[in-house]
Nanobody, 124 residues
Framework: QVQLVESGGGLVQAGGSLRLSCAAS????????MAWFRQAPGKEREFVAA????????NYQDSVKGRFTISRDNAKNTMYMQMNSLKPEDTAVYYC?????????????????WGQGTQVTVPS
């Protein structure tokens, strides 16, 4: 059974950095686009970033452009997100997700496999 496992979350001061990882089991990781979503307390889940199956095209939410970088290592079945210049409004549970297609789409409904989430906290 394919699973996604996130890691790398934590508490960081405003302006700091974190690197999230999402490790996938299975042998066909390079056939799937991947994405990060987040959900803050009392808010709906929102798109953060997505990367296509080949790793050469990405989409970002406007609020994270220039601060977050999504990447993947298909040889390691792992996706990453480098988060710099973190702000209190980035506080959320971050989820990685996989979709059965190669394009880096932004709609959560396009993704059919989800991880358990990792908490990122940036105190104000």
């Amino acid at each position: 059974q394919v699973q996604l496992v996130e890691s790398g979350g934590g508490l960081v001061q405003a302006g700091g950095s974190l690197r999230l990882s999402c490790a996938a089991s299975g042998r066909t990781f390079n056939m799937y686009a991947m994405a990060w979503f987040r959900q803050a307390p009392g808010k709906e889940r929102e798109f953060v970033a997505a990367i296509n199956a080949h790793g050469d095209s990405a989409n970002y939410q406007d609020s994270v452009k220039g601060r977050f970088t999504i990447s993947r290592d298909n040889a390691k079945n792992t996706m990453y997100m480098q988060m710099n210049s973190l702000k209190p409004e980035d506080t959320a549970v971050y989820y990685c997700a996989r979709r059965s297609g190669i394009l880096a789409l932004t709609d959560a409904n396009e993704y059919d496999l989800w991880g358990q989430g990792t908490q990122v906290t940036v105190p104000s």
